[in-house]
């Protein structure tokens, strides 16, 4: 059988291809691909908890989906739709806010695409709409807050008067950082929460909060406590341009435990922070892995952390990784 010129050549093409891609389009076909909606990069924190996911997928051999979703839930919503549609193997999320989520994991569910939650919790009923959630318990880091500042003014007769900047409003890190201290100095009398609102986990939203903050009670406050480190620095900003001392005049509570919030305390500027570990993309990976290998997984594994106040900071410091 004779063939065309153009048959010859488009099976000389058709062939090199194959050589070429075949085993990697079969390899291809063998990797895990993992769709990754991401909240935004709000923070220090967010872009090493990225840093954490991008490179854990690699080491993993986990082909990676990530989207961005700027802190916005419909961003993050359309960003699992499309995965849905892609058909990728496994979904995970870190949910910007609690609530909303029930009708696009029924889609993920109904797709049969198992979902995993990192970092942030959500709020539903069927808890069967996710596989597990991997992060911290920010109930227990409030309360962890609230029993330094027991401590700290444990021979102070009070008032002891708290203004707080929130994280995310309807946020779980927020929801439960301030429940957490609510707890622990309900039966404390000469505590009181005399301001609270939203810096949405910002640096600029922290300044522009502790601006208003400074402007309405001045030095009635004792006691910054900022549900994040960008806000803690964004409100150091605003105290030191109105001639305070952080640190000194004014106790500053933290948390997540960031380079710059250690920084913060080596310069006597942030007297204690709570760790909230965004290295979580290691745990992610194995769990996507234990999911696509059908193997059971616990509803909630939660990351170890610890408190660092402002006396270990020097020493600690150079041992951090984020
Ligand atoms: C906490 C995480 C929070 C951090 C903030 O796990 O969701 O979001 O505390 C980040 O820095 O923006």
Not at 55 to 76: H, M, R, V, W, Y
Not at 110 to 135: C, E, F, H, Q, W
Not at 253 to 268: I, L, N, Y
Not at 294 to 303: N, S, W
Request: net charge neutral.
């Amino acid at each position: 059988m004779t063939l065309s010129r153009r048959d010859a050549l488009a099976a000389l093409v058709g062939s090199a291809f194959a050589l070429t891609f075949g085993p990697l389009a079969h390899a291809e076909d063998k990797k895990i691909t993992l769709g990754f909606a991401q909240v935004g990069a709000e923070s220090a924190w967010r872009t090493a908890n990225t840093v954490s996911v991008k490179s854990a997928a690699t080491e993993a051999g986990i082909n990676l989906k990530f989207s961005d979703a700027q802190q916005k839930q419909e961003n993050q919503i359309k960003a699992i739709r499309s995965y849905i549609a892609q058909k990728v193997d496994v979904i995970a999320f870190s949910p910007v806010v609690e609530s909303g989520w029930e009708p696009v994991l029924l889609e993920a569910k109904n797709a049969k695409i198992p979902v995993i939650l990192t970092d942030r919790n959500i709020d539903v009923k069927d808890k069967s709409l996710y596989v597990t959630m991997i992060g911290s318990d920010f109930l227990e880091e409030g309360r962890r807050a609230g029993k330094w500042l027991e401590e700290r003014y444990k021979n102070e007769p009070g008032p002891i008067n708290i203004a707080e900047l929130q994280g995310t409003v309807g946020s779980a890190p927020a929801n439960d950082r301030r429940a957490g201290l609510l707890e622990v100095i309900k039966n404390d009398p000469k505590f009181k929460v005399i301001a609270s609102q939203s810096g949405d986990f910002t640096l600029a939203g922290g300044k522009q909060v502790m601006e208003a903050f400074v402007k309405t009670y001045g030095k009635k406050i004792n006691v910054v406590y900022a549900h994040n480190d960008d806000m803690a620095l964004g409100a150091i900003q605003a105290m030191e341009e109105a001639g305070w001392k952080p640190g000194k005049d004014v106790s500053v509570v933290s948390f997540d435990a960031t380079k710059g919030g250690f920084q913060a305390m080596v310069a006597g500027k942030i007297n204690v922070d709570v760790e909230c570990s965004p290295l979580l993309g290691p745990q992610l990976m194995t769990a996507v892995k234990d999911v696509v290998a059908g193997k059971q997984l616990p509803k909630r594994i939660v990351t170890e952390e610890t408190v660092f106040p402002m006396s270990v900071a020097a020493e600690v410091m150079p041992t951090r990784k984020y």
